[in-house]
């Protein structure tokens, strides 16, 4: 019998006769049979447990237990470059739990993630797949550079996981301080996530079947007007005159006509063009693994697909991919040979009208009477396209992506202890995308592409293909021994890094109805017309040389010392500054294994860990050292003869000024962290506390105007941050009593970032309503502080001057008092980053029963709800969001919604704190509820496990947030928590799938 740590038995666990082609799987009971002579060894194995070896004596029945790996100090890791067991690790490192990723619906990995790990951030939209999705490992680091974290996923390094199916996932860790992550250099500044992919197990021959069928709905509520409210607040805002609807004007107390238009082709209309546009959607997930292993071979291919149907009509991800990864061993297993490779399709239809569904006119049908699609007609309904039609035109735009990524590689054992790895990584990206968007009529206009030009009919199409070429070499070579009490493990390692890339654009003209030949683009004029066409082709290549070691040392499993050091050559910095060096050392002393401890009754596990480090950051643009100039059409002809007519002489201009001192960012990081265990390690507790500084922050800044084109763009060095914060992971898990157990999670992540040095001209930088600048976060909200609503003529009397001021308008401070509102007046109004982040597991099991809630939420953040700019506000003819019902008017003198008026004289759209809002949330995200099969029963069937699930995300929200969206996507110095009407909506979704194994 096989049974768990906790006393329950284990099913579907692997007994191997070692050394051959013997195995079973044991039944429900955690029971098997299996045929063995004396002296030979019995291997048994389960997934999330510490493989147990049993030497056959003369007995005939064993009780052999197996111990859990989920908190298991003994439990090995991938880290960089290597493998280290959990007692070992000195740095901040987070293991995700890969069996609790399975609980969230989505294909995409870094959706899976959020909220299980603390210190990471996320944003996102509900574009069907998640491709949009943001991360951020201990807040953002750099002005200008992206914010995602290295991805290493079987050694390839990259920075996008895109087409990982995370069916295939083994094991994820996450590097957060500089001393685990430093091993990566000049990439590691944001934080490393390592994926390892599944490998077969010897001795196991294995078929799973996965397959999940999901239910999306839309998650929020969207508050805009109905056709009678919208007629009746237009009247009101216009000082109760008539109101100008296409072909009629209206006022209360008169009948509504039968139609908008004098044809009588648009029936007026109560259309939601919310509903119009969207859908309750279906998403399925289906992936077919099998592994084979034996002390020779490993070999595991998977094949996964699946299909996001979004809930805007006419959009949609779907994804196909082929996994193998093998390996052989020859020569007395001292040469291992091997590869890992996945080929991911992957296509997306991108589409999203939601501010035109939000900002059309409800009196307007979405068909006319002709069939042709229904639009704004006569006066006073605003120009707006249809949304449905606008979608409907994009339908065949589809984008389409083939990668392959992977490796393959050679570990050759030279004598015990001293290794030799050579591994090759590529990552092949191409990118395909033919603009096919169609002409539509509405109210018998042809829209869409179709151009009149000299009585003639044009159509314009464009085609974009993006391809990247990958390749990393490794070699590596590794050290391990143990004297006595004395451990080492050192290792040292060359790489070098080539991307070439390749990206064309056309935009083409030709007659209108002309079939286009895409791979022929070519053929076709391009006009030199720079506001719409252009075409251009550009190679963006990069290189790397790298050298780095790293040295663990280890004394009695008490004392932990490790140091890393690694040298990065970029050809994306200037040549003064092509290399840097990284150093990082660490240290943990374990406590629970001092003598004074060591006979602890409920001190299981006590560690302190330290360490400090620097990372580099390289992500910008790989040219810009340089200066470039171009010949594109648009702007570098002219007509030397000055006849204005005639051919015109080809010129050059310049387009960027390079810059030869230009290096990478650095990042150093201190953090002190804790690992706890107690009560046999039901409970556990882990915190880190960190300062990280990054200096030599890559801006981007706007040169004199006498640079004319080239002053667009010029990259320096000039700025220092700081980030503070404390990531903190508690747990318990019961005993078994009466098959019963349950546990909890709770993840807390705390940070402050702040800019303390910012050395261009105006020491911050302004994008909008985004400010970054010293003393303050990155992306804080800038503008006017909106002191209420003027409700009395006397205090319009009283307050500074203000253009606009009246009853029912907002009033703005006037904060330096000199008695006039401009924009002197403006300052920090609001910081998007939240006090902290938080996620709660809870987890209980009964017999074959499992059930699942997972927590998860975010306190004090704020958010811009730009939504209101255009909702609150009846300024233009669109349709006008709810608030406008509660509008300030002497008889409602206590609301805090402007007076209605369809003029803006007090430029009440302006940046404000009107705008500002608590974006604090706290939510179910999932819930999981799940059945496993009895394995006696199913085994008739040629079943050895079977396991079926219920699930849902997304089931209730609290949140003071006003807004239909508290999850916006966005996370840089250009817009963090900023809330536009065109976000594509978050959704809800109901699951049911099920997990065979053969």
């Known amino acids: 019998m096989v049974l768990a740590d906790d006393g329950q038995p284990l099913p579907g666990a692997t007994v191997l006769v070692k050394e051959t082609s013997k195995s079973v799987v044991t039944d429900f009971d955690g029971k098997f049979q299996i045929k063995a002579n004396e002296g030979q060894t019995l291997v048994v194995s389960f997934i999330g447990f510490t493989d147990n070896k049993i030497v056959i004596s003369s007995k005939k029945s064993y009780t052999i237990t197996l111990k859990s790996t989920s908190n298991d100090l003994n439990e090995v890791v991938v880290t960089g470059y290597s493998k280290e067991k959990k007692k070992d690790i000195t740095g901040a490192v987070s293991i995700v739990a890969v069996a609790d990723l399975d609980k969230v619906a989505t294909p995409n990995v870094i959706s899976k993630l959020q909220s299980r790990v603390p210190g990471l951030t996320f944003t996102s939209s509900g574009v069907p797949g998640g491709n949009d999705t943001q991360i951020s490992i201990r807040g953002l680091t750099s002005v200008f550079g992206g914010t995602g974290p290295l991805w290493v996923i079987d050694g390839v390094q990259t920075n996008s996981p895109a087409g990982l199916n995370p069916n295939d996932i083994e094991s994820i860790q996450v590097l957060k301080d500089a001393a685990s992550a430093g091993i990566y250099g000049t990439e590691a500044a944001k934080g490393v ?104 071979w490993k070999i595991f291919t998977g094949l996964g697909y699946a299909k996001d149907e979004g809930v805007i009509r006419y959009t949609y991800y779907e994804r196909a991919n082929f996994r193998l990864n093998s390996s052989v061993k020859l020569f007395k297993d001292k040469l291992t040979l091997g590869e890992n490779l996945t080929v991911v399709n992957f296509q997306e239809v991108k589409g999203n009208s939601m501010e035109d569904a939000l900002l059309q006119n409800p009196l307007i049908p979405v068909y006319g009477e002709d069939g042709t699609w229904g639009g704004p007609t006569g006066s006073g309904l605003q120009d707006k396209w249809n949304p449905l039609a606008i979608l409907y035109i994009n339908k065949d735009n589809v984008q389409k992506t083939w990668r392959s990524f992977g490796n393959v590689y050679a570990d050759l054992n030279i004598i015990e202890g001293l290794t030799f790895s050579s591994k090759l990584n590529f990552d092949i990206n191409r990118y395909k995308y033919n603009e096919h968007t169609a002409a539509f009529n509405q109210n018998g206009s042809i ?21 990247s070429d990958t390749f990393i070499l490794t070699n590596l070579v590794n050290y391990t021994a143990k004297f006595g009490e004395h451990s080492l493990n050192a290792f040292a390692g060359y790489e070098v890094y080539k991307k070439d890339q390749e990206n064309n654009y056309y935009r083409i003209q030709v007659p209108y109805g002309t079939k286009v030949d895409f791979e022929n683009i070519n053929q076709y004029d391009i006009i030199a017309d720079s506001s719409i066409l252009d075409a251009y082709g550009i190679g963006p290549d990069s290189r790397r040389e790298s050298m780095f070691a ?36 660490s240290a943990g002393w374990t406590l629970s294994n001092e003598k004074f401890l060591e006979n602890s009754s409920f001190i299981d596990n006590l560690k302190l860990r330290a360490s400090w480090g620097g990372n580099g950051n390289a992500d910008i643009l790989e040219y810009a050292q340089y200066s470039i100039f171009n010949n594109a059409l648009e702007n570098s002809n002219y007509d030397l003869n000055g006849g204005g007519s005639g051919p015109i002489s080809t010129g050059v201009s310049a387009n960027q000024v390079g810059n030869p001192n230009l290096k990478w960012e650095q990042s150093y990081q201190t953090n002190l962290g804790l690992d706890l265990d107690l009560f046999n390690k039901r409970l556990n507790f882990v915190v880190d506390v960190y300062e990280k500084k990054t200096s030599d922050l890559l801006l981007q800044i706007v040169q004199p105007s006498v640079l004319g084109e080239a002053g667009k763009t010029l990259f320096f060095n000039a700025g220092d941050m700081t980030n503070r914060g404390i990531d903190m992971v508690l747990g318990y898990n019961s005993k078994s009593q009466n098959d019963f157990k349950y546990g909890a999670t709770v993840t807390f992540s705390r940070y402050k970032n702040k800019i303390t040095r910012l050395n261009n001209s105006d020491n911050f930088i302004l994008n909008g309503i985004s400010y970054t600048g010293i003393g303050h976060p990155i992306g804080s909200y800038y503008g006017y502080v909106a002191d209420g609503i003027f409700r009395t003529p006397e205090e319009v009397a009283v307050h500074a001057e203000q253009t606009g001021k009246a009853l029912g308008n907002i009033r703005y401070r006037d904060l330096n008092g000199d008695g006039v509102i401009n924009q002197d007046d403006r300052t920090i109004i609001g910081n998007p980053h939240p006090d902290f982040t938080y996620g709660i597991n809870l987890s209980a099991s009964y017999k074959q029963w499992d059930l699942n809630l997972f927590f998860d939420g975010v306190q004090g953040n704020d958010m811009y709800n730009a939504q209101r700019e255009m909702l609150d506000f009846a300024y233009f003819g669109f349709n006008h969001g709810k608030n406008t019902l509660d509008a300030w008017s002497p008889e409602n003198a206590n609301s805090n919604v402007p007076a209605l008026s369809t003029t803006d004289t007090n430029d009440q759209k302006r940046a404000s704190t009107y705008f500002v809002e608590d974006g604090s949330f706290f939510r179910l995200k999932n819930i999981n509820l799940s059945y496993s099969f009895n394995q006696t029963k199913i085994k008739s069937i040629g079943l050895s496990a079977a396991k079926v699930y219920l699930q849902a995300e997304n089931i209730f929200t609290i949140t003071p947030f006003s807004g239909f969206d508290y999850e916006v996507p966005g996370l840089s110095r250009t817009g963090i928590g900023i809330a536009g009407m065109g976000v594509y909506p978050h959704t809800k979704t109901f699951s049911f799938g099920f997990n065979l194994q053969f």
């Open 447 to 467: 829209l869409g592409n179709r151009v009149l030009l000299g009585g003639e009919e044009f159509a314009r199409y464009a085609r974009n293909r993006n391809n």
């Open 550 to 585: 790293k040295v663990n040392y280890d004394f009695a499993s008490k004392y932990y010392v490790s140091a890393s050091v690694r040298r990065d050559g970029s050809s994306r910095f200037g040549k003064n500054n092509r290399y840097a060096v990284f150093p990082t050392a």
């Open 193 to 296: 996530i390592i994926v390892t992919t599944k490998q077969a197990k010897a001795g196991v021959q294995k078929i799973t079947l996965d397959s999940r069928f999901t239910i999306n709905k839309i998650r929020d509520n969207f508050n805009v007007l109905s056709a009678q409210e919208w007629l009746d607040i237009r009247y009101k805002a216009q000082g109760n005159l008539p109101v100008a609807a296409g072909n009629f004007a209206y006022s209360p107390g008169n009948p509504l006509p039968e139609f908008l238009d004098a044809n009588q082709n648009l029936r007026l209309s109560n259309t939601n063009w919310v509903d119009v546009i969207s859908r309750n959607s279906i998403s399925t997930t289906t992936d077919f693994g099998y592994s084979f292993a034996n002390n020779k």
